[in-house]
Structure formats: structure tokens, C-alpha cells
């Protein structure tokens, strides 16, 4: 798994470049920011919908980072919301996944570029471990996928003062910060002229905090 290499350190003091402070309320409550589980829930559908339009376009070697990735994704956003149960989008795009993928290694007509085909041959791996981990769920699922919900952002929004401490040293984390650096994340990475690479990097860091 790619890493993002730490900047370098100085030791004079740094401004902090992960959040520009909104001016505060008058009230001096904090700023007004969308709910936690809205913001993961949102970048939850957004990731489904990238995955399952991947799967259309038999984009698999976008596959084999983006189900990593939207693991990762989807357990933090069930701890968060603390929902031991998967969520019914999420089985749901495995199920297209899994559709999509045994009709790809099935057809014989499509000519596959080279890429093409060292990312269906690396998947099969990957995602026969995924699908093994949800087996039984998604048996169920199958069967009678209504028994089953979807996570829906609630749309309240909450006053929060985002926790942030920087050193010379190090960035000390905080659930708010990260938080807020998703949610940057995912309004960024649709603008022009952006390195995929680099938003990939960014968003690995992220999902590991």
C-alpha cells in the first residue's frame, strides 16, 4: 500500500495548513459544519457510485485501489454512526461487483488491453477475500436484501469548534480534523486540473488516521 512521504521539518514555527479558521460566531459557539455522519455518509454514496460506475465501464484496474479503499471507508462510517450491520448500498455495490466481475472473466468477445488483464487477474484475489468476508450477510442479503437499510445522511447540522494542535514536530490529530479533511478531500478531488495520483495518496493517509 502507497504511502505518502512526511513532509520535511523545520524548526521554526508552522502556520497551520490543514484548516483556515472560519471567523467565529458572535456568540463565540464555534462555526456552524455538517454532521459527522452526514459528511461520511455522503463520501460513502459518492465512493459506491464511483465502484459501481467503474464496474459498467469494466474500469478494473480502478477496482483494485477502489475496493480497498471503500473497505476502509465503510467501516470507519459504521463505527462512526456505531452500526455493527453493513450498510444495504454497500452490500449492494459488492453484489454488482461481484456480478460485473464473473461476466468479465466469462467473456470472450471484449479484446482486454494488457492493463486490462493483469487488473482482472489481481482482483480475483482481492475480491474473492472481500466477498469472504461478508458470506453470510450477503446470503442473506440476497435473499432478502429489504431486511436490510441503507445509511441516510441525516442532514442536521451541530456546532463544533474543530480540535487542532501542531507542532514543530508532528500534526496531533483529532476526529474533527479528520472530519474536515475528508470532507475537503471529496469537494477537491472534482476540480480541474487535479493529480488522481496524489488525491489517492491523500486519501490513503486520511483513512488511516
Not at 452500526?83 to 453484489?95: E, H
Not at 461487483?97 to 472473466?105: L, W
Not at 429489504?146 to 507542532?167: G, N, S
Amino acid at each position: 500500500e502507497e504511502e505518502v512521504e512526511e513532509e520535511e521539518k523545520t524548526t521554526e514555527p508552522k502556520k497551520n495548513k490543514w484548516l483556515e479558521s472560519d471567523s467565529d460566531d458572535d456568540d463565540g459557539e464555534g462555526r456552524v459544519v455538517i454532521s459527522h455522519r452526514e459528511k461520511y455518509i455522503t463520501l460513502l454514496n459518492s465512493s459506491i457510485s464511483e465502484i459501481e460506475k467503474a464496474v459498467s465501464e469494466n474500469n478494473w484496474h480502478f477496482l483494485l485501489k477502489g475496493l480497498v479503499n471503500i473497505e476502509k471507508l465503510h467501516t470507519k462510517t459504521l463505527k462512526l454512526v456505531r452500526q455493527k450491520i453493513p450498510a444495504k448500498q454497500y452490500l449492494a455495490m459488492l453484489v454488482k461487483v461481484e456480478v460485473g466481475f464473473e461476466r468479465a472473466i466469462k467473456d470472450k468477445t471484449t479484446k482486454w488491453t494488457p492493463t486490462q488483464k493483469k487488473a482482472l487477474g489481481n482482483l480475483k484475489t482481492k475480491l474473492r477475500n472481500l466477498l469472504k468476508n461478508y458470506s453470510k450477510i450477503l446470503v442473506g442479503f440476497k435473499n432478502d436484501p429489504e431486511k436490510f437499510e441503507d445509511l441516510v445522511a441525516d442532514k442536521k447540522e451541530e456546532k463544533v469548534v474543530p480540535v487542532i494542535v501542531e507542532t514543530e514536530k508532528e500534526i496531533k490529530w483529532s476526529d474533527e480534523l479528520v472530519e474536515v479533511k475528508v470532507l475537503e478531500w471529496n469537494e477537491r478531488r472534482v476540480g480541474k486540473g487535479i493529480n488522481p495520483i496524489q488525491e489517492h495518496k491523500v486519501l490513503l493517509v486520511l483513512l488511516s488516521k
